[in-house]
């Protein structure tokens, strides 16, 4: 019988009110059944926002070192469960152990950036008409936040949001995907251990759409970070706008890689191989598109299709696996699908795009990284994001031509080029419209300490990550202090 895990409220562990679980299941292997799970409802959003409101005062009004200290036990107790958590990740969310490892090892990192952070939560002075005014301003927390997050990052966007949250002052509910939920009750176990205080930290299991619905309307929640499909986020917007709530969205991208005539090929197609289809292309910020030189694109797409024949399929805890599953049927069969529109659209196959159901793959969601050429930036495969190992080539003639075409799309998350032009990749950093730019690297990949998020419909709110998370996790206060007379 599996292992039933519960929901984190109040520094308890609780089953939740429904009295309902749900089984959460290896993608890797389907007879593999990992836990079963609290189906949260609205009385459970409930409790935990009520936990975190009650604990909200306290919290803020500890000093700040001693939230460090809780952070940096946290990044210990992380790090000394590495192996562990890394694992679990890899078992419910089919990711390699070596791209779990790397994650897990983020998460650690970005719990001890916001430890240096907390001191830092400051605001401005400045000079003020009146000569015997005192002008500054203060940083405040919110209060409670709502947080939502996706199933391809359990560690790393979990702690992205919740980290900054309650460095500066704010306590947190955390609704995490029923997909990989036993990661996000592995970080809870993480800052029990640490010993957080009661209410700081909440996290809930259960049905998006319900969990969801009941977290943004719950009186008490002053804000709501979401990262997630696009089509969600817009229904997220929607009602936060509806409420008067605070919200910051992290959404879908279409990005591309730009391959000029001058590149270095073999690391052109290295790092476009990395960015489309490790992770099994389950990042928002994976390659979609790679826009080649025409005079280069015969060999480019060759060695391109050598490169990812190569790569080997399996389960993400085996040594040697390079690409795992997809995360379960329903985006199997959305990655099939979109596979499909491509073919019909006149897109040539050039390699993979078939799910594999033989031998030591028929009880997984295992499909071949596929490759398309003659892709036109009207098509499907040039316009719409297929969350999966899929990507499509496309022709070009001059750099403003390409860069027209890189932008034509709706999202603007993350774009490359590979070039040894400088000035080539100037005009590039210039003219793309994409909040993340990587020149001679792959699309996907962000660091801690800068700023996360896209432009057009990839994004809406402030950035996350870095230094910049402090502008959607505080309020500012202005003062005008004068001495009594």
């Known amino acids: 019988m599996a292992q039933e895990y519960k929901n984190y409220i109040n520094a308890e562990w609780v089953a939740s009110a429904s009295g309902k679980t749900f089984d959460n299941i290896n993608p890797a292997n389907t007879a593999d059944i990992i836990g079963s799970f609290q189906d949260s409802n609205e009385q459970d959003i409930k409790q935990a926002v009520a936990a975190a409101k009650a604990a909200f005062i306290k919290w803020n009004e500890i000093p700040v070192t001693s939230r460090e200290g809780y952070l940096y036990k946290a990044a210990d107790v992380l790090a000394r469960r590495l192996d562990e958590v890394s694992l679990a990740l890899t078992r419910e969310m089919g990711k390699t152990l070596p791209e779990a490892k790397g994650e897990v090892g983020r998460g650690v990192q970005i719990l001890r950036y916001y430890a240096g952070e907390a001191r830092r939560m400051c605001g401005e002075t400045y000079p003020s008409d009146n000569a015997s005014t005192m002008l500054y301003t203060l940083r405040e927390p919110l209060g409670v936040v709502g947080l939502i997050t996706p199933w391809n990052f359990p560690v790393a966007i979990p702690l992205w949001k919740l980290v900054p ?22 970080l809870g176990e993480v800052f029990e251990e640490a010993g957080l205080p009661a209410g700081v930290v909440n996290i809930i299991t259960g049905n998006g759409r319900a969990t969801n619905k009941a977290l943004i309307g719950a009186e008490g929640v002053c804000a709501i970070s979401f990262t997630g499909s696009t089509s969600v986020g817009r229904e997220i917007y929607k009602r936060c706008a509806e409420l008067g709530k605070k919200v910051q969205l992290e959404m879908g991208g279409q990005n591309p890689v730009i391959v000029a005539a001058d590149a270095d090929l073999e690391q052109a197609v290295a790092l476009t191989v990395a960015g489309a289809f490790f992770s099994t292309g ?38 040697g696996t390079q690409i795992g599953p997809v995360i379960n049927q329903r985006q199997l069969e959305r990655i099939l699908e979109g596979i499909k529109n491509g073919t019909q659209e006149g897109a040539k196959l050039l390699c993979g795009g078939q799910r594999l159901s033989c031998d030591c793959y028929e ?37 403003d031509e390409a860069i027209e075409i890189a932008n034509s799309v709706r999202y603007g998350l993350s774009a490359a080029i590979a070039t040894k032009n400088i000035k080539t990749a100037q005009m590039f950093i ?56």
């Open 165 to 186: 949250a309650i460095t500066y002052g704010n306590t947190v509910v955390i609704r995490v995907s029923q997909d990989s939920p036993l990661t996000g009750i592995l």
């Open 282 to 319: 389950q990042k928002c910020t994976a390659t979609r598109r790679v826009i080649v030189q025409r005079s280069i694109i015969e060999e480019f797409t060759a060695k391109l299709v050598a490169k990812t024949r190569d790569l080997k399929l399996g389960d993400g805890a085996d040594a």
């Open 363 to 399: 009880k997984g969601f295992y499909i071949q990284p596929a490759v398309f050429s003659e892709v036109t930036p009207r098509m499907s495969l040039g316009q719409e994001e297929i969350f999966g190992p899929v990507l499509g080539v496309i022709a070009y003639d001059e750099l």
């Open 430 to 485: 210039k003219g793309i419209k994409a909040g993340i730019v990587h020149v001679n690297s792959q699309t996907a990949g962000a660091e801690c300490h800068v700023p996360f998020g896209g432009m057009k419909q990839s994004s809406c709110g402030t950035r996350e990550q870095g230094n910049a998370a402090i502008e959607f996790y505080t309020q500012l206060k202005t003062v005008y202090l004068d001495l009594p007379a």
